[in-house]
């Protein structure tokens, strides 16, 4: 399931510059979501029933994984812009990634225990491949640019 963080974080990255393409324009979260929401809808066929019980959990799960991320990237951010990084330094930064990883795997294995509460199986799988499916679109699209 960390192919899916790593997969959000490129979209948001391929979306961003496909709204820079028109002028500096910052980041439209809400334009984000609702593609995001229309993309998953489609590839997994989900009722509207379904599509009201999932999409408040879905959200969710991504917030707490991005919160997750905030503290280590402001973290790194700040020693690689120090200058001079020592071993030690590179050290914490890995630990902190790996940990991070961690902490993502166990939110998304929390939200897909809920998530089997309110979909079926072959859904719950299909929501990861629509993902991988949209951030693949993203990367082509990007690329053409």
Known sequence: M???????????????????QNGPKKFDANAFRAEQERIIKQEVNLTPEEAN??????????????????????????ILSSGKITDAQYLKMVDNQLDVKVKENEIEKEYYAKFKKILPAEKVFKVSMAEMKMNKELLKTRDKR
């Open 2 to 20: 960390k192919h899916v963080l790593l997969l959000l974080v490129l979209m948001s990255i391929c979306l961003s510059n496909a709204f820079a």
């Open 53 to 78: 019980a999932f999409f408040p959990l879905y959200h969710e799960m991504n917030k707490k994984r991005f919160e997750a991320n905030r503290d280590v990237r402001k973290e790194m951010k700040e």
